[in-house]
Nanobody, 123 residues
Framework: VQLQASGGGLAQAGGALRLSCAASGLTFSSSSVAWFRQAPGKEREFVATIRYNGYIYYEDSVKGRFTISRDTPKSTVYLQMNSLEPEDTAVYYC??????????????????WGQGTQVTVSS
């Protein structure tokens, strides 16, 4: 199984970036995919997930700014990030697995991880 995250970069506050997570080697249609992020000196935190059944959940600070979506034929999940803030600066990771509903924000329950992509937002 491979997850390839891409799309990170440098953006100004208020700007936008779109991250992609391309998956191979797993049954994408039956997998839940999530984005996590980790800022320097901080723990990895949940950002958003799109579950195998299409249900979507966001971390409170990104609601209304970030949108997660999936293209099942392409085995790819996207994270559209708008109205970026300096606090969004982090390495963003995509993860795939089959967590139960109550554990969707727990990084430990995701079996497969991408390599991470850096997002830097300047003020």
């Amino acid at each position: 199984v491979q997850l390839q995250a891409s799309g990170g970069g440098l953006a100004q506050a208020g700007g936008a970036l779109r991250l992609s997570c391309a998956a191979s080697g797993l049954t994408f249609s039956s997998s839940s995919v999530a984005w996590f992020r980790q800022a320097p000196g901080k723990e990895r935190e949940f950002v958003a997930t799109i579950r195998y059944n299409g249900y979507i959940y966001y971390e409170d600070s990104v609601k209304g700014r970030f949108t997660i979506s999936r293209d099942t034929p392409k085995s790819t999940v996207y994270l559209q990030m708008n109205s970026l803030e300096p606090e969004d600066t982090a390495v963003y990771y995509c993860a795939a697995g089959s967590p139960i509903l109550c554990a969707y924000a727990n990084a430990n329950v995701y079996r497969h991880w991408g390599q991470g992509t850096q997002v830097t937002v300047s003020s």
